[in-house]
Nanobody, 123 residues
Framework: QVQLVESGGGLVQAGGSLRLSCAASGRTFSNYAMGWFRQAPGMEREFVAAISWSGGSTYYADSVKGRFTISRDNAKNTVYLQMNSLQPEDTAVYCC????????????????WGPGTQVTVSS
């Protein structure tokens, strides 16, 4: 079992920045690839970014490429999502997720999830 807890969400104006953190516990963090997903009210959950267990490979949704950066610190058992140039359409609950070894972009491929943190971007 892997337990995940997100933090860092909040209210920000359009054009602003936030950094989300996801702290993991329970298993060897470096064995797990990590992903960030988001879900806006009335919308399907969508992939945002993912990172391999080593941090050597990263993947992004087209909608956030160039604005968001995923990273990880295996010594701190934490994955981050730096979000710049935020827009109102980025408003959603952001969740981190974990799966063994290989990163993936499909939410159904991640067995472990955090409860999420709300990000609200005002115009």
């Amino acid at each position: 079992q892997v337990q995940l807890v997100e933090s860092g969400g909040g209210l920000v104006q359009a054009g602003g920045s936030l950094r989300l953190s996801c702290a993991a516990s329970g298993r060897t963090f470096s064995n797990y690839a990590m992903g960030w997903f988001r879900q806006a009210p009335g919308m399907e959950r969508e992939f945002v970014a993912a990172i391999s267990w080593s941090g050597g490979s990263t993947y992004y949704a087209d909608s956030v490429k160039g604005r968001f950066t995923i990273s990880r610190d295996n010594a701190k058992n934490t994955v981050y999502l730096q979000m710049n140039s935020l827009q109102p359409e980025d408003t959603a609950v952001y969740c981190c997720a974990a799966r063994r070894r290989v990163a993936a972009t499909g939410g159904s491929e991640y067995p472990y999830w955090g409860p999420g943190t709300q990000v609200t971007v005002s115009s």
